[in-house]
């Protein structure tokens, strides 16, 4: 035994590696952001959901088993461990779902939740706007009060997932003239409503993972609305604490990336390399530091604490660490860093095409779920106390 | 298990900060410099009496037997303080070594040795560190190859592959940190030798590595405290420099750097509280992420303090130089990746990681 979370394995987790073992595709599945992607991926979901693994820290009566956060950690670290497919329903699980357990009605749980629990409904966020990034507040697309609802109008873009998702979930300025954070409803609609236009746009590595969404008068039910209308901001930005924090980046993604890399280290290194040795070895370091954080915040909201700013700390030390792992990892892979080859492909032995991907993927940490610039101000207003 | 503090031991760190604190630890640091050790002696009685001491001292020998967790919880406040002294060795690499020759249980319970006790002599030495009327330090080449502030030192060792043997402190040398003098040594009488030994000073290094690297921590979170303290107050341009983003930013990446080699820190001493599986994995990165995070936040403290933190007269030179000097005590950053890498690269069922070879003396017998 050391000092390592990772070894108290419990039966749970026992079975989820067993689980994995036996399901998860021997051959990766086309990328999700392709419109064949994105229905295999689908129906990975509903593999895991069948087996009550696809949301396993949600309550029993959604589709879950009230797992402990530390067990949704230890499902975490296997699900990685084992290379399982990217979850294209994370952004409805890991930010739509803690929001509505924090804010939502019991209607909007039942109604929500066991779909979504299954990917028959798959979400899209919706946050930033052409001129509404970073400064979030900004946002201008509207929602109007009619006749048992609300329409909204406006653009919203760099939706994850959107492309090929059901729904979408985002905030409206629902008061005309309303400045800023005030005067804003946060809402959930129908991607395939009348009035939405959705146009996949080209990302980095040449696929569509996001989109640009045009809304016209697009009808939602006040059913739809989370929270009071108007107290959206406070309710966003619950969300956007999940994002930064544990939900979105579990570590056991990490670590499972710098073990790969510890292997390609010991395949295609040259031990006489020290510089790059060293490396993968911070890396790797940088996994478990981030791991061992993790579990420590985990054992301390069991406790009954609370996480706020200091989400902001993990959000930056994840992004940069996984930027500074595949790097290193493209670095090891020499000339065949720029195979551009789907995994498993011949000319492709050193699946240097799943690190270029997983490198051009990392890219979009440090900018996305608020900037890295934005959130070391965050640090430094409101955990160091520097003056604004 | 747990990888942050206990509640008791909040409670014991804010005793010691608050000991420490009216002890004056800079001034302390400054005298002890200047070669007066009234005021240093003084803080180490007092860190005697809160049990500082007797930590790593296995009770039967009249100390703690504690975990080594409260070892890092000791050693990040006397960090923070700047408290001079061998802090490493005398709180914790020789209650180890000694320890582990005395054939006496480990701090966490690891089943005691083989060895003889060489003529009772560690056990007394050992109640002689509990109690506070003992302080030592040793010398362990190459990864210590001075004994530390040996003139203040009633016991010291030098600790070679397979044997330890008191020394006689020589040549002294001054170190970038002035509170520390720097002694050759020479091997005289043998306390002890054989495997027995070498595994004695294994954990020693160990002990003494992570201990170094809680002060690393603790100095750290001293340096981004006195910047933050600086920035709020400092006006340019008619503004605190505190509210000017480049300042904040730099900041921030301190501060971020101190949050994420913490919990390194507690699963090393817990992985060695449990007997020593992936101590030089868990070890080592704790002293590369620990001094990683120290020497930013050094660098950007005297940044942020600008030309006074460039002086003498400023405090901020006593943690500046305490950072350099444990940066290379102890086992260097390359050292301790390569220890990472070759732990990480050895089979879960293969032979033990190696552990640090302390080198130059042939086998005692």
């Known amino acids: 035994m050391s000092g390592d979370p990772g070894e108290q394995a419990g039966q749970f987790r026992a079975e989820v590696r067993d689980w994995l073992r036996a399901h998860v595709p021997a051959a990766p599945l086309p990328s999700v952001d392709t419109a064949e992607g994105f229905a295999a991926h689908r129906a990975w979901e509903r593999e895991l959901a069948a087996a009550r693994l696809s ?133 959930m609609f129908d991607l395939r409503a009348d009035g939405v236009t959705v146009r996949p746009i080209r990302q980095l590595g040449g696929r569509t993972g996001f989109a640009e969404i045009f ?9 739809d609305v989370i929270g009071e209308p108007g107290d959206g901001w406070r309710i966003a930005m619950s969300t956007a604490s999940h994002e930064r924090g544990m939900s979105l980046r579990s570590p056991g993604r990490f670590s499972a990336a710098a073990a790969r890399l510890v292997e390609l280290w010991q395949r295609a290194g040259d031990p006489a390399d020290t510089a790059l040795r060293d490396r993968v070895v911070d890396a790797w370091i940088g996994a478990q530091a981030y791991r061992l954080h993790t579990h420590a915040t985990a054992a301390r909201l069991a406790a009954g604490g609370t996480l706020g700013a200091e989400s902001s700390l993990g959000k930056v030390y994840w992004s940069e660490l996984d930027v500074a792992l595949h790097e290193t990892a493209l670095d090891l892979l020499g000339p065949l860093a720029e195979l551009d080859g789907q995994p498993g492909d011949d000319r492709d032995p050193g699946l240097a095409g799943r690190w270029l991907e997983g490198y051009l993927f990392s890219l979009a940490g440090p900018i996305y779920a608020g900037t890295n610039e934005i959130q070391r101000s965050v640090i430094a207003e409101r955990l160091l106390g520097l003056p604004r | 298990m747990t990888l942050a503090r206990s509640a008791e031991q909040a409670q014991f760190a804010g005793s010691l900060h608050d000991m420490l604190g009216a002890a004056d630890g800079p001034a302390a640091a400054r005298a002890w410099a200047a070669g007066d050790r009234v005021p240093g002696l003084a803080a180490w009685r007092a860190l005697a009496t809160l049990g500082v001491t ?14 080594f967790t409260d070892v ?20 914790a690499a020789v209650p180890v070594l000694l320890a582990a020759l005395s054939g006496a249980a480990q701090p966490g319970g690891v089943a005691p040795g083989e060895a003889p006790p060489g003529e009772g002599m560690p056990a007394r030495w050992l109640s002689g560190l509990a109690s506070g009327e003992l302080i030592a330090t040793m010398a362990a080449p190459p990864w210590l190859p001075f004994a530390a502030d040996a003139d203040a030192a009633g016991l010291v060792l030098l600790a070679g592959g397979n044997t330890v043997r008191l020394a006689t402190p020589g040549a002294r040398h001054r170190s970038v940190d002035r509170t520390r003098s720097l002694f050759e040594t020479t091997g005289g009488q043998a306390v002890a030798g054989g495997p027995v030994a070498a595994d004695a000073v294994a954990r020693a290094l160990d002990a003494g590595a992570l201990a170094s690297s809680a002060q690393l921590l603790g100095a750290g979170r001293a340096l981004l ?36 080699a913490g919990p390194l820190l507690y699963a ?98």
Not at chain 1, 107 to 132: F, G, I, T, Y
Not at chain 2, 60 to 65: C, P
Not at chain 2, 248 to 256: F, T, Y
Request: net charge negative; aromatic share 8%; glycine share 10%.
């Open chain 1, 55 to 187: 949301v396993v820290s949600w309550p029993v009566r959604y589709g879950g088993r009230d797992a402990s956060l530390l067990d949704w950690l230890a499902f975490e670290e296997e699900y990685y461990a084992a290379a399982a497919p990217v979850r294209v329903g994370q952004n409805g699980l890991f930010l739509l779902a803690p929001t509505l357990f924090a804010h939502g009605t019991p209607e909007q749980l039942d109604r929500v939740l066991p779909p979504m629990a299954r990917a028959d409904e798959v979400w899209a966020q919706a946050w930033s706007e052409p001129d509404a990034g970073s400064d979030l507040a900004a946002l201008r697309a509207s929602a109007t009060a009619t006749d048992g609802g609300w329409l909204l109008s406006g653009t919203k873009t760099w939706s994850s997932r959107a492309a090929f998702a059901d729904k979408a979930f985002g905030l409206f300025r629902s008061e005309p003239g309303a400045q800023r954070h005030h005067g804003l409803t946060y809402l």
């Open chain 2, 225 to 260: 405290e006195a910047s933050v303290r600086h920035a709020r107050q400092r006006a340019q341009f008619g503004r605190p420099i505190g509210s000017f983003q480049a300042v904040k930013h730099h900041l921030a990446d301190v501060a971020i750097g101190l949050e994420f």
């Open chain 1, 215 to 223: 809304l016209d008068d697009v009808f939602v039910p006040s059913a």
């Open chain 2, 268 to 365: 090393a001493a817990v992985t060695l509280d449990d007997g020593g599986r992936h101590a030089a994995r868990d070890v080592s990165a704790a002293k590369v992420a620990s001094t990683d995070a120290a020497r930013r936040a050094a660098r950007v403290a005297l940044q942020v303090h600008g030309a006074i933190g460039y002086t003498e007269e400023h405090d901020l030179h006593l943690w500046l130089a305490k950072v350099r000097a444990l940066a290379g005590a102890w086992g260097g950053q390359a050292e301790h990746r390569a220890r990472v890498m070759a732990a990480i690269t050895t089979p879960e069922r293969g032979p033990e990681p190696t552990r640090p070879e302390a080198a130059g003396e042939p086998a005692w017998n």
């Open chain 2, 54 to 67: 007797a930590l790593a001292v296995p009770e039967h020998a009249g100390g703690l037997g504690a975990s």
């Open chain 2, 72 to 91: 890092v919880v000791a050693c990040e406040e006397i960090g923070q303080h700047a408290l001079p002294g061998p802090v490493a060795e005398s709180v």
